[in-house]
């Protein structure tokens, strides 16, 4: 059975490997900021980081599911969609994009505990019939060491590594050298919980061994 992941993320497509699934990639075409922001003007309130996560992932997921067959005719099996949200204080961060950003995000991190919440939407694609899906939200708690100094925080921001990362850190990378500890699933943090991930599949119908690489 194929398996296409919604996602460019090097970390994302590194964890499926690690799993024994060598997957499709395809891009989503979704605008992020849009969804949300419809979202939350339709319904009147700020989304919650878990809702968050899980309409991203999900429209991530769907966008893809409908053009997977198109871009690879016959395409029959599991299409796995993800976003994840730094929250700190009550705040939710996503990338910072900018240096000044992923700067201060660490200035502020260091010592600090927050959590990360990852979405994941799982959709299975056949020929001919209509896609069913299965989603869920997996979290960590992680902790910054607190002696992280402002040199550090130059060095790692001018690395650029952060700058496209949600929440400014890796734990798979450079950036794991300054976190101390990880409360929850650690894959979640990389970007993918592949525990999660395994259940939402054979919620689906399908055995998580039958993904793996022949």
Same mark, same amino acid.
């Given at each position: 059975? $194929? ?14 490997? $690690? ?12 605008? %992020? ?92 694609? %056949? ?33 650029? %590594? ?53």
């Amino acid at each position: 059975m $194929q398996v296409c992941l919604a996602s460019t993320s090097p970390a994302r497509l590194m964890l499926l490997r $690690q799993a024994g699934i060598e997957p499709l990639t395809l891009a989503p075409d979704v605008d %992020e900021d849009a969804v949300i922001e419809g979202i939350e003007a339709e319904t009147g309130r700020t989304l919650s980081p878990t809702e968050h996560v899980l309409v991203l992932a999900r429209r991530k997921a769907a966008d893809v599911a409908a053009r997977v067959g198109t871009e690879h005719p016959g395409f029959a099996g599991i299409v796995i969609g993800g976003d994840s949200m730094f929250e700190l204080d009550g705040a939710i961060h996503g990338k910072p994009h900018t240096a000044e950003a992923a700067t201060a995000r660490w200035r502020a991190m260091r010592g600090r505990t927050g959590v990360l919440h990852s979405g994941h939407s799982v959709f299975r694609v %056949e020929p001919g019939v209509d896609a069913v899906e299965a989603n869920g939200v997996a979290e960590a708690s992680v902790t910054f060491a607190a002696d992280i100094t402002d040199d550090e925080i130059d060095a790692y921001i001018a690395t650029g %590594e952060p700058l496209e990362v949600a929440g400014a850190f890796t734990i798979d990378a450079r950036g794991a050298a300054f976190i101390e500890s990880v409360d929850g699933d650690p894959h979640a943090v990389v970007g993918l919980s592949v525990p999660l991930v395994r259940k939402l599949v054979r919620s689906l119908g399908v055995e998580w061994t039958d993904l793996w690489d022949a």
